[in-house]
């Protein structure tokens, strides 16, 4: 089975500092990695996926995330938050063979001060 | 535009009470996935059926039932209402093997249970 663990469930940063939300995962099956956000009162959005290829995956909103295989990790970050950041985040990963549920991790709160 | 729609925003609901909780995709999409999400849970998986009539237990079935009888409703059913049902529900969807895509999310049902 497939399991996902936040590391931090808020993250406080100050408006255009950088940012880092930590995910590492466990799985004895090749993985697909995804960050979705939840900005409030709304349904999960796609933020971002890992398949296959390049380890380096980015957003249009200049978020991005690097798979590390060895660390069993995708760290979300972004160089310089903006106010509208202000959301969850999950991490999530799915099997790339058979049943393709999603695992969600237990997300983590990102709040921006200005 | 694509979307999942659930049927209400806001439920209140009495204990004992049979709830039914709706949600509808206008893709044409195979999967389709009830989670619940609790604060510091992250997102849990109730129920997920792959295709009309089709469904699968997730992570927490116990004191829920789902209904799929028509390729683009998924109904989720608490048999008998509870206070620690108290939650956020999400629906979703997806294509059959789309991991590549990742889910579409409702905007949730919060349900609170008195």
């Known amino acids: 089975a497939q399991s996902v663990t936040q590391l931090d469930s808020q993250v406080p940063v100050f408006e255009e500092a950088p940012v880092e939300l930590r995910c590492n995962y466990s799985?004895?099956?090749?993985?697909?990695l995804f960050w979705y956000v939840q900005y409030p009162n709304q349904g999960l959005q796609l933020l971002l996926k890992?398949?296959?290829?390049?380890?380096l995956v980015k957003s249009i909103n200049g978020f991005e995330a690097e798979f590390n295989k060895s660390q069993t990790s995708f760290h979300l970050r972004k160089p310089s938050v903006h106010i509208s950041d202000t959301a969850e985040y999950f991490c999530?990963?799915?099997?790339?063979?058979?049943?393709?549920?999603?695992?969600f991790g237990q997300g983590t709160r990102l709040t921006i001060n200005p | 535009d694509v979307k999942v729609t659930q049927s209400s925003r806001y439920l209140v609901k009495r204990t004992g009470e049979k709830v039914f909780l709706e949600c509808v995709q206008d893709?044409?999409?195979?999967?389709m996935f009830w989670y619940r999400q609790d604060p510091g849970l992250g997102l849990r998986l109730i129920y997920f059926?792959?295709?009309?009539?089709?469904?699968e237990k997730g992570d927490i079935p116990e004191g829920y039932s789902v209904s799929r009888e028509k390729k683009e409703r998924f109904s989720l059913i608490l048999e008998s209402a509870s206070t620690n049902q108290t939650s956020m529900y999400l629906c979703?969807?997806?294509?059959?093997?789309?991991?590549?895509?990742?889910?579409?999310f409702g905007s949730g049902t919060r349900l609170t249970v008195v």
């Open positions: 059926s792959y295709d009309v009539k089709m469904k």
């Open positions: 799985s004895s099956v090749s993985v697909y």
């Open positions: 893709m044409d999409h195979e999967n």
């Open positions: 999530a990963v799915s099997k790339t063979q058979g049943a393709q549920k999603l695992v």
């Open positions: 890992y398949l296959s290829g390049s380890t």
């Open positions: 979703a969807s997806s294509l059959i093997g789309s991991s590549t895509y990742g889910y579409t």
